[in-house]
Structures are given as structure tokens and as C-alpha cells.
């Protein structure tokens, strides 16, 4: 079995943290390997992921973003209903329609910058901050599918994330800090809860 998979089955053991499913907030900086790693979680069974990225509200939007994640995800999880939204369309810059997504695992695993902040914080079964080198990080930015479209926004955003994972105490506050080494494989050294 490797770190992920005994990864995935120890998210899958924790209690409920929102109504009857374990919420897991996967946060970190631009490039860290966030998504990598929710994407392979999210190929075991009973874990579903969600990108924050949906609820922000454009490229000003990172500091909203959790907020608005709580009211259309983990308020309604909590509730025992169906998570309803209006997702961010990044190709035309503007917000889309609500819509709902029925989320049936027992697992959520929600990631993206801000996915570890205070108000989800409190939501989740488990907080976890991926870390990785910077010059690492900026290399893999650079050879993603959406640098074109990310580039003009770069400096910018890197100054939002850090300036609100200062204020959010991340990566201290999370529970667990993984790092994703560029040949996939994933250590998580620490664990703090859970």
C-alpha cells in the first residue's frame, strides 16, 4: 500500500465534520501540488473533490472565496441538503449560473488556496497544507495547461495568497503538511489532529 493510499483510507476513517460527511480542506501556494494530490485522493472510492476555485469571484476574489465556499458548501452538507453555487467562469470572466452538485461520498475534499482558512477551518475534519519548494512550485506553474491565462496574474496573486495565509496562520494552524516531491511521491512527515 503506498502513503496515499493509506492516506486516502485514513480521510475516509475520520468522523463526520459537516452533517453525515468528513470535509478535508487541501490548501497550499500556487504550484505546491494542491490539486495533484486531490485528484489522486479522488480516485479512491467514497472521496469526491471540489476546487475552491469555484467560489472565488474572479481573480480578486481569493479573499472571498472561502466565505462563499461555507455558504454553498459546507453550510448545506451541514444541513443535510444539496451544495448549490455559482461557479466562476474564468474563460469570460464573469459568474455562471447557480447550480447544485449532489455530493453522495462520504469524503469532500475541498481544494485550493484559502481551502485551510479560519471560517473553513471549522468545518473540516481535517486541514492539510501542501508544501513545496518555491522555485519548485514556480516551475510546475509555469509548465501547467492554464499559465497563458495565469501568467498576467502571477505577482499579483502570489501576494494575495501569502498575505492570506499569513493571516489565516497557515501552514502552522493546519493539521497535517504534505509535500509532494517532483517525481509524485508523497510524504506527509507531520500530523497534528486527526
Not at 476513517?13 to 479522488?42: N, Y
Amino acid at each position: 500500500m503506498t502513503a496515499l493510499d493509506s492516506f486516502a483510507r485514513h480521510l475516509i476513517s475520520l468522523a463526520p465534520s459537516v452533517g453525515a460527511t468528513v470535509l478535508v480542506g487541501i490548501d497550499g501556494f500556487s504550484g505546491a501540488g494542491k490539486t495533484a494530490l486531490a485528484e489522486d485522493l479522488g480516485e479512491h472510492e467514497g472521496i469526491t473533490v471540489v476546487s475552491i476555485e469555484e467560489f472565488y469571484l474572479g481573480w480578486a476574489g481569493l479573499a472571498d472565496g472561502p466565505a462563499r465556499a461555507v455558504a454553498g458548501l459546507a453550510d448545506p452538507l451541514r444541513r443535510g441538503e444539496t451544495p448549490r453555487w455559482r461557479a466562476w467562469d474564468w474563460e469570460h470572466d464573469t459568474e455562471g449560473p447557480e447550480r447544485e452538485r449532489p455530493l453522495t461520498t462520504r469524503v469532500v475534499v475541498l481544494e485550493g488556496c484559502g481551502a485551510g482558512a479560519r471560517v473553513l477551518r471549522e468545518h473540516e475534519a481535517l486541514t492539510v497544507w501542501v508544501d513545496a519548494d518555491p522555485h519548485e512550485r514556480e516551475g510546475r506553474l509555469r509548465t501547467r495547461e492554464d499559465w497563458p491565462l495565469y501568467a498576467p496574474h502571477r505577482d499579483a496573486w502570489r501576494r494575495t495568497e501569502q498575505a492570506l495565509a499569513q493571516q489565516e496562520g497557515l501552514p502552522e494552524a493546519a493539521d497535517v503538511v504534505v509535500r509532494r516531491h517532483t517525481d509524485g511521491s508523497v510524504e506527509t512527515p507531520s500530523s497534528r489532529r486527526g
